[in-house]
C-alpha cells in the first residue's frame, strides 16, 4: 500500500481504537490492616467507582479477603461491583531486577485484559491497594507500562492511605526520625547488605529472613507485625536483648497464620 494511503488510515485507526480504549481508574490507598485506617478520601473514591479490583497476593490471602470484606460492608454505600483477581507470584530464580521487569510484564497483561474487559466506557475503576500506593507497590509503575503499551488511553489519580511504617510509629508511640536526623527506608534484603552509613533511623520492610540479626546488638529495634489488626504483635528494646525472642515469636506466628507480615524501625545508638 503506497504511504500516502498507508498513514492516514493508520492515525485513523489509532484514534478509533485509542478512543475506544479509554478508561479511568482510582488507585486507593485502603491502609495497612485496620478497616479504620480508610480515609474520607478513600470511602468517597470507593462509592465513586463503578468497579471495585481486588487484588489478591499469596498466602494472606483469606486475612486480606477479610480485610477487603469488612471494608466494602462498612463504607460502601453504592452498588459497585467486585472483580477479584489473583496477582502472579514472582519468579525468584532469576536475578531481581530482571525478575522484577517480567513480573511487572505478566502484571500489566493482566490489569490490562481486566481494564478493557471488566470496565465498560465511561466506568471508573477502583484498585484497592495495601498501606499506601507509594511504597513498595507497583501499581503505578504497572499502570506506566500499560500506558507504553499504547493500547488503553489510561488515566489515574492516586489517593494516598495509612502505610505499614504509619501503623508502626503509632503502635510504639514513637517519631520516626530523631531531631533533626534523617529516616531511610529499605527492605530486609538490603539490610541483609549493609546497615546504611548515612542513616540515623531505618525503618525495614519485605524481611523474611530477619536482617536484623547482621545489625549491632547496640541498635534499638521497635518491630511490629499484623500491625492495625487483632493480632498485632509488638516487640521493642536492645537488639541484643530482643533479637532472638523477635525470631522465635515471629516463627510462631507464621507457623500459626500460615503467613506474616512485619515491619521495622532500627535505630543506631546514641553516641556519648
Ligand atoms: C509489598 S509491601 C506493601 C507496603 C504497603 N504499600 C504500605 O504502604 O504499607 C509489603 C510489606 O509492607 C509491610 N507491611 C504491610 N502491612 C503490614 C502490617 N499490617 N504489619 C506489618 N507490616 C506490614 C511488611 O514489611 C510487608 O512485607
Known sequence: MPIAIFAPLLHLWLYCYGAAMKRKVLIVGIGAGNPEHMTAQAIDALNRADVLFIPHKGAEKQDLARLRQEICERFLR???????????????????????????????DIYERLLSSELGDGELGAFLIWGDPSLYD?????????????????????????????????????????????????????????????????????DGDCAFKKVDGDAEIYWGAYLGTSDEILISGRLRDVSDEIERVREEARARKGWIMDTYLLRKPVKS
Open 78 to 108: 453504592s452498588d459497585s461491583r467486585l472483580v477479584d483477581f489473583d496477582v502472579p507470584v514472582r519468579e525468584q530464580s532469576t536475578a531481581y531486577r530482571e525478575s522484577v521487569a517480567s513480573w511487572h510484564d505478566a502484571v500489566a
Open 138 to 206: 507497583s501499581t503505578m509503575r504497572v499502570f506506566e507500562r500499560i500506558r507504553a503499551m499504547g493500547k488503553i488511553a489510561l488515566e489515574y489519580e492516586v489517593i494516598p492511605g495509612i502505610s505499614a511504617v504509619q501503623a508502626l510509629a503509632a503502635a510504639h508511640k514513637i517519631p520516626l526520625n530523631r531531631i533533626g536526623e534523617s529516616i531511610l527506608v529499605t527492605t530486609g534484603r538490603r539490610l541483609a547488605e549493609d546497615f546504611p552509613a548515612a542513616a540515623d533511623s531505618v525503618i525495614v520492610m519485605l
